[in-house]
């Protein structure tokens, strides 16, 4: 990367350019370079490093296929925005009442943040 340097900037989504900024210690020694979008003043970072850091329902399921001694969970399926997890709340068995919130297979009290291995998703 270079000052000058053609990118699509990722923040402002704008055909831009790089700018650079030099970063000096306090004895006036070079610390960093970091490179900004010089239209929306984004900092832009190298894209080699722009390997996409595992999302968190991957990880969870590595965590999970991990506790079940490394066997995949194949069945588990996340939904795009997986981040809700299992939660009884998307459930399509989940009961909702004022008092008592229920589990439709288990007919048993559950909390909307429960999850269970028998979670179906709503199809709402
Ligand atoms: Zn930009």
Known sequence: MKSGEKILCPHCGEKSFLKEKKCFDDSFALK???FFCALCGGEIRNSSEKSPAPSKAAAAAERLSAL???EKVARVTFAPEADDGHFCLHCRNFIK???MNRCGL???EVEATDSCERFEKSEE
């Open 32 to 34: 960093e370079v970091t």
């Open 68 to 70: 079940l001694g490394g």
């Open 97 to 99: 009442h004022p008092f």
């Open 106 to 108: 288990t007919l048993k």
